[in-house]
Nanobody, 123 residues
Framework: QVQLVESGGGLVQPGGSLRLSCAASGSIFSINAMGWYRQAPGKQRELVARITSGSSTNYADSVKGRFTISRDNAKNTVFLQMNSLKPEDTAVYYC?????????????????WGQGTQVTVSS
Protein backbone atom coordinates (compact mmCIF):
# COMPACT_ATOMS: atom_id res chain seq x y z
CA GLN A 1 0.00 0.00 0.00
CA VAL A 2 1.12 3.50 -0.80
CA GLN A 3 0.03 6.55 1.12
CA LEU A 4 0.78 10.26 1.12
CA VAL A 5 0.76 12.16 4.40
CA GLU A 6 0.67 15.95 4.40
CA SER A 7 1.56 18.36 7.17
CA GLY A 8 2.20 22.04 7.74
CA GLY A 9 -1.14 23.71 7.16
CA GLY A 10 -2.69 26.20 9.53
CA LEU A 11 -3.85 29.75 10.11
CA VAL A 12 -1.57 32.60 9.09
CA GLN A 13 -1.96 36.36 8.69
CA PRO A 14 -1.74 38.00 5.27
CA GLY A 15 1.89 38.44 4.28
CA GLY A 16 2.94 35.46 6.36
CA SER A 17 4.55 32.16 5.39
CA LEU A 18 3.86 28.46 5.69
CA ARG A 19 5.73 25.36 4.59
CA LEU A 20 3.80 22.28 3.56
CA SER A 21 5.30 18.80 3.46
CA CYS A 22 4.05 15.60 1.87
CA ALA A 23 5.76 12.26 2.48
CA ALA A 24 5.06 9.16 0.42
CA SER A 25 5.48 5.74 1.99
CA GLY A 26 4.83 2.11 1.13
CA SER A 27 5.99 -0.26 -1.57
CA ILE A 28 7.36 2.41 -3.90
CA PHE A 29 9.60 1.58 -6.83
CA SER A 30 9.97 5.15 -8.04
CA ILE A 31 8.19 8.50 -8.08
CA ASN A 32 7.80 10.59 -11.18
CA ALA A 33 6.23 14.03 -10.87
CA MET A 34 4.92 15.37 -7.57
CA GLY A 35 2.65 18.33 -7.17
CA TRP A 36 0.45 20.49 -5.00
CA TYR A 37 -3.16 21.32 -5.78
CA ARG A 38 -5.70 23.38 -3.87
CA GLN A 39 -9.44 23.64 -3.64
CA ALA A 40 -11.26 26.61 -2.21
CA PRO A 41 -14.93 26.41 -1.16
CA GLY A 42 -17.20 26.43 -4.19
CA LYS A 43 -14.28 26.20 -6.63
CA GLN A 44 -12.65 23.45 -8.63
CA ARG A 45 -9.38 21.89 -7.58
CA GLU A 46 -6.49 23.64 -9.31
CA LEU A 47 -2.81 23.01 -9.84
CA VAL A 48 -0.57 25.16 -7.66
CA ALA A 49 2.88 23.78 -8.47
CA ARG A 50 4.46 20.66 -9.94
CA ILE A 51 7.97 19.24 -9.92
CA THR A 52 9.32 16.42 -12.07
CA SER A 53 11.75 13.72 -11.02
CA GLY A 54 14.43 15.83 -12.69
CA SER A 55 13.37 18.86 -10.63
CA SER A 56 11.80 20.85 -13.44
CA THR A 57 9.04 23.00 -12.01
CA ASN A 58 5.94 24.84 -13.11
CA TYR A 59 3.61 27.11 -11.16
CA ALA A 60 0.16 28.62 -11.42
CA ASP A 61 0.42 32.27 -12.45
CA SER A 62 -1.27 33.31 -9.20
CA VAL A 63 1.58 31.95 -7.06
CA LYS A 64 4.65 32.63 -9.20
CA GLY A 65 7.30 34.49 -7.24
CA ARG A 66 5.65 33.67 -3.90
CA PHE A 67 5.60 29.86 -3.70
CA THR A 68 8.48 27.43 -4.20
CA ILE A 69 8.14 23.69 -4.72
CA SER A 70 11.00 21.33 -3.96
CA ARG A 71 11.53 17.64 -3.27
CA ASP A 72 13.81 15.29 -1.37
CA ASN A 73 14.01 12.15 -3.47
CA ALA A 74 15.83 10.18 -0.77
CA LYS A 75 12.87 10.75 1.56
CA ASN A 76 10.10 10.60 -1.07
CA THR A 77 8.96 14.00 0.15
CA VAL A 78 7.73 17.12 -1.60
CA PHE A 79 7.59 20.58 -0.04
CA LEU A 80 5.75 23.79 -0.78
CA GLN A 81 7.19 26.98 0.69
CA MET A 82 4.51 29.65 0.64
CA ASN A 83 5.51 33.26 1.23
CA SER A 84 3.60 36.54 1.04
CA LEU A 85 0.36 34.69 1.59
CA LYS A 86 -2.91 36.34 0.60
CA PRO A 87 -6.49 35.69 1.72
CA GLU A 88 -7.21 34.26 -1.73
CA ASP A 89 -4.67 31.49 -1.02
CA THR A 90 -7.08 30.07 1.54
CA ALA A 91 -7.97 26.52 0.51
CA VAL A 92 -7.44 22.86 1.25
CA TYR A 93 -4.08 21.91 -0.21
CA TYR A 94 -3.54 18.40 -1.60
CA CYS A 95 -0.37 16.74 -2.76
CA UNK A 96 -0.31 14.32 -5.66
CA UNK A 97 2.41 11.93 -6.72
CA UNK A 98 2.83 9.76 -9.80
CA UNK A 99 4.12 6.59 -8.22
CA UNK A 100 5.45 3.42 -9.80
CA UNK A 101 5.01 0.16 -7.94
CA UNK A 102 5.84 -3.41 -8.85
CA UNK A 103 3.11 -5.91 -8.09
CA UNK A 104 3.19 -9.55 -9.07
CA UNK A 105 5.90 -8.87 -11.60
CA UNK A 106 3.94 -6.07 -13.24
CA UNK A 107 4.92 -2.43 -13.23
CA UNK A 108 2.01 -0.22 -12.26
CA UNK A 109 2.01 3.56 -12.48
CA UNK A 110 -0.79 5.59 -10.96
CA UNK A 111 -1.55 8.83 -9.21
CA UNK A 112 -1.91 8.97 -5.44
CA TRP A 113 -3.41 11.83 -3.44
CA GLY A 114 -2.89 13.01 0.10
CA GLN A 115 -5.76 13.65 2.49
CA GLY A 116 -5.47 17.43 2.26
CA THR A 117 -4.36 20.11 4.71
CA GLN A 118 -6.21 23.35 5.42
CA VAL A 119 -4.46 26.66 4.82
CA THR A 120 -6.30 29.76 6.05
CA VAL A 121 -4.96 33.24 5.45
CA SER A 122 -6.81 35.77 7.56
CA SER A 123 -6.21 38.65 9.92
Amino acid sequence: QVQLVESGGGLVQPGGSLRLSCAASGSIFSINAMGWYRQAPGKQRELVARITSGSSTNYADSVKGRFTISRDNAKNTVFLQMNSLKPEDTAVYYCKAEIVTVYGGSVVRRDYWGQGTQVTVSS
